[in-house]
């Protein structure tokens, strides 16, 4: 499985966010392009999927910005990556059976699904907090 960079720049997006933002703070897509070296224009655009994901708010306004939906801490990575890249299952037939033809007899699904769930896990088991901690 390969996390694209629409996932990758997500995640850079939401920790800077609750790094600056901590305390409250509003913060512009212009403030994380500076600090990320990203494009604000796609920074936009992420933005607005975290948006409807529930990871991010967004004030309007000219002294708008965004700010964490809720507490670093309860926001994980796992979160961040759904809302962008879908799901993170490494073969199709983990989420849709109906993806493979032989997913009823296939050998190797359980193995499929077991990456999967340690994948889950790990995404879900660390949050914003622990993101922005880390370094």
Avoid at 77 to 103: F, K, M, N, Q, Y
Wanted: include cysteine; glycine fraction near 12%.
């Amino acid at each position: 499985m390969m996390i694209s960079t629409r996932g990758r720049y997500a995640l850079r997006l939401a920790i800077d966010v609750a790094k600056q933002g901590e305390g409250g703070a509003l913060v512009t897509m212009r403030q994380v392009a500076e600090q990320e070296g990203l494009s604000v224009k796609y920074l936009e655009q992420l933005g607005a999927a975290l948006v409807k994901a529930g990871v991010l708010k967004s004030i309007r306004g000219v002294s708008g910005g965004y700010l964490l939906a809720r507490p670093a801490g309860e926001i994980t990575a796992g979160d961040v990556l759904r809302a962008t890249e879908g799901s993170c299952a490494p073969v199709s037939c983990v989420d849709d059976a109906s993806a493979c033809p032989r997913s009823d007899e296939c050998v190797a699904r359980t193995f499929w699904h077991g990456l999967d769930k340690t994948i889950e896990d790990y995404v879900d088991g660390v949050s914003l907090e622990d993101l922005v901690k880390m370094k």
